[in-house]
């Protein structure tokens, strides 16, 4: 009896190693399946579409729409009083019907769509915001128990969205539309575009200095060109040539060819010449840093335009100003949104009598007013010394005041 039992002991015991050891991949598929819940519901929290509820989705459907809708209308305006008036001109330099279309206005819409962007977010928001405070649509949702801090939620959510894509297209797509456009424009339209310069000298290098009697923007080529370079305030080297040509095949950046060329070099009291016909060099200079044409800091992208900067400044340049504010300027109107929704908001969200005209009316003037002050204090930045960065953000600043006010007095 008692060997039966041990027998028996001993298959339980082999069973159980054999279980054991055969069904170890089902402990570890347990435990990665729990390890994947717990990283799903992590997931579930940091995931946004969680806190959007169904108000929400309710007022950001109305706000993109008309939002989109008086961006349409606007535009469509615009568009016909353009054509109005320069349809003159473009019958006078025989502009093609597809050049027209695609070269001027389909750059055409982008670009000022994007420039009054904050005017048009804020004639959406009160525009749809006075029609919910007027069919009481506020008011059941204040009463219903959400607060005026909660009922802002997808009003941001809203301007994080309009914020965004106005930022990408000012700094990564308007840039390479606004070159078309201002091509087509020198073509077709007011023919008036730079495209030389005389008398050009710029610091190209720590103690090199680069001088052109005459650069010719169309053939990238220079006349009467000379370079010096200096050590401890002393010139070492001094290279002149007929003619600089900008090599614009080259898979490498500031590659000129210099023409009947001559170098001079100060050795002590000793000086010793070099000359000849044709002499490949890299110079850190490229045609955009000759010919300036008004509006050029339009075409740059934010990192083109943030390295153009840099290197204008390494170079003691004083024509840098307008680039800077360019820059910032993109930053700093992409909050705009926010600051306008906010006051918009906050005017519009009360049941009053008259309807919507006099939210109008005041929307209208705030985003004049913005725009307004955003131009001057460009303009000071440009002529009268004012830092770049305060240019651009001070709207901003002076418009963010006014909307924490508003958003005081609202809820009461």
Sequence with gaps: MKRKNIKRMRHLLHAARWMHKHTAWIRRAAMWTAHKLRFLRVLGVLNPLRYIKTLDWYIIRKFIGTYIYSIALIISISIVFDVNENLSKF???????????????????????????????????????????????????????????????????????????????????????????????????????????????????????????????????????????????????????MEAQYDTISDSKYHWTVSNWKIREMRGLKEHITSGSKLDTMIVMEPTDLVYSKGQQETFTSPELKEYISKQIDRGSSNVVQYQVEYHKRIAASFASFILTIIGVALSSRKRKGGMGMYLGIGLALSFGYILLQTVSSTFAINAGMPPMLAAWIPNITFAIVAYFCYRKAPN
């Design 91 to 241: 019958t006078q330099y025989h502009a093609p019907l597809k050049a027209i279309v695609f070269d001027y206005y389909a750059n055409f819409v982008p670009y000022f769509a994007n420039l009054f962007s904050p005017l048009f977010v804020f004639i959406a928001v009160i525009f749809f915001t006075s029609k919910l405070a007027s069919n009481s649509e506020i008011i059941s949702m204040l009463a219903a128990g959400v607060s005026f801090k909660r009922l802002m939620r997808p009003y941001m959510i809203s301007c994080v969205l309009i914020s965004s894509l106005s930022f990408f297209l000012a700094s990564y797509i308007i840039p390479h539309g606004t070159i078309v456009k201002q091509n087509f424009e020198s073509m077709y339209k007011n023919k008036r575009l730079n495209t030389s310069a005389d008398n050009v000298m710029l610091q190209v290098d720590r103690g090199v200095i680069a001088y052109i009697q005459h650069y010719d923007n169309n053939y990238k080529k220079g006349y009467g060109f000379s370079l010096d370079k200096f050590e401890n305030k002393k010139l070492v080297s001094h290279l002149t040539a």
